[in-house]
């Protein structure tokens, strides 16, 4: 089944423990990113992927890292999470660049931060 | 300035009545993609339909349409005969080509609540 997964579906951690969220497709996807939704701001972009080894910042990348070494994967780091970053986290794919095709979204990561 | 605007924040209707879900967006880009995804009750975010700037038509899936007039820069949803199943959090986005097709703008969101 093509999908998008992302792990942990829960989490709650402290200030300054670092933690990773991983995101994994089976699509052979070209294209991934990352987005976190607040309540009245919708969703926002953190970092996006076109390609392995190809990343770039979004709108909110601060307080992030990623990486992409190989095409299905592209995990979300927080090197030092702090209460600001609990939200709700989703990462989506797609096979190209151009997004022309859907994008696919995973269950989503509920992050908090106390 | 890029973005998108959906003035609803909470709709709240009876089954089986109509419900329109408003979206404005802004953008200087000639070419562009939009999108409307719901989000359900458990949190996933389910594609419903996308839009590029160069086809005005409007569409119709079962109780769902969208008109799109890029007149007034709109991108309109509606539920016809809405029912309890349709209680979710409705996002219009919008992809302009200036960022390389790789910025998807959210608006943010509407919550329909629609009551037995």
């Known amino acids: 089944e093509a999908q998008v997964t992302q792990n942990p579906r829960y989490l709650i951690t402290v200030t300054g423990k670092k933690l990773t969220v991983t995101c994994s497709q089976n699509?052979?996807?070209?294209?991934m990113s990352w987005y976190r939704q607040d309540p009245g701001l919708g969703l926002r972009q953190i970092y996006y992927?076109?390609?392995?080894?190809?990343?770039d910042k979004g709108d909110v990348p601060e307080g992030y890292k990623v990486s992409r070494k190989e095409k299905r994967n592209f995990p979300l780091i927080l090197e030092s999470p702090s209460p600001n970053q609990t939200s709700l986290y989703f990462c989506?794919?797609?096979?190209?660049?151009?997004?022309?095709?859907?994008?696919?979204f995973g269950s989503g990561t509920q992050l908090s931060v106390l | 300035a890029q973005k998108v605007t959906q003035a609803q924040t909470e709709i709240s209707v009876v089954e089986k009545e109509d419900v329109t879900l408003d979206c404005v967006y802004e953008?200087?880009?000639?070419?562009?993609?939009l999108f409307w995804y719901k989000q359900p009750p458990s949190g996933e975010l389910v594609f419903l339909i996308r839009?590029?700037?160069?086809?005005?038509q409007n569409e119709i899936s079962g109780r769902y349409s969208w008109n799109f007039q890029k007149s007034t820069s709109s991108f309109n949803f509606t539920i016809t005969a809405s029912q309890v199943v349709d209680s979710a959090v409705y996002f219009c986005?919008?992809?302009?080509?200036?960022?390389?097709?790789?910025?998807?703008?959210f608006g943010a969101g509407t919550r329909l609540a629609v009551h037995p």
């Open positions: 989506a794919s797609s096979l190209t660049t151009e997004h022309r095709e859907k994008l696919f």
């Open positions: 699509m052979n996807h070209e294209y």
């Open positions: 992927s076109m390609n392995v080894e190809v990343t």
């Open positions: 953008t200087r880009d000639t070419t562009y993609y």
């Open positions: 839009r590029n700037s160069f086809d005005e």
């Open positions: 986005a919008l992809i302009p080509i200036s960022g390389g097709y790789n910025k998807l703008i």
